[in-house]
């Protein structure tokens, strides 16, 4: 299967950690945080120590492997932005579409916002769905955290193998 090709793999796990960590670390911490992983393992952004961050990656790898899957799922995930934008705008697209002309496409708008509301409420739980299955994996398998880097001030670089 193309998810467990070892890129994509590697990157779906990273995803997974990234994310529980950031669920750790929103315990203590109020303030916006961000990550963006890949197959070699993840950026941190946020105004966050380095040894808060460190301390929350070594947990949220424990708790995975411990089996606390559901840490791999997190609102803030762009995959959430991406299916609420991609069914809202097809859903508000769909009345448009025939209208041969623009006379008919203003008559057609408020079908087509209705449309986009009810796209966006489909995918309230489309966005956690695609997460569970498909952008992260929470068995890290025998992945590690090899390294934690503070790049700058709220950037950390979590390193993994």
């Not at 998810?3 to 994310?19: F, G, K, S």
């Not at 089996?67 to 791999?72: D, I, V, W």
Request: charged share 15%.
């Amino acid at each position: 299967m193309i998810l467990d090709l070892p890129l994509i793999l590697e990157t779906r796990r990273n995803h997974a950690l990234e994310h529980a960590t950031l669920h750790i670390l929103a315990r203590k911490y109020r303030t916006s945080m961000a990550g963006h992983s890949n197959p070699t393992g993840f950026f941190l952004l946020g105004d966050v120590t380095s040894e808060d961050v460190s301390s929350a990656a070594t947990e949220a790898m424990a708790r995975l492997l411990a089996g606390e899957s559901e840490l791999a799922v997190h609102p803030g995930c762009g995959t959430n932005l991406a299916a609420t934008a991609l069914l809202a705008g097809t859903f508000a697209w769909a009345p448009l579409r025939g209208a041969k002309s623009n006379f008919w496409r203003v008559w057609l708008i408020p079908l087509a916002v209705l449309f986009a509301a009810l796209g966006y409420f489909l995918s309230k739980p489309l966005g956690p769905w695609l997460q569970k299955y498909i952008t992260t994996e929470a068995d890290l398998g025998d992945m590690q955290i090899v390294e934690i880097v503070s790049i700058r001030k709220g950037v950390h670089r979590i390193v993994t193998k």
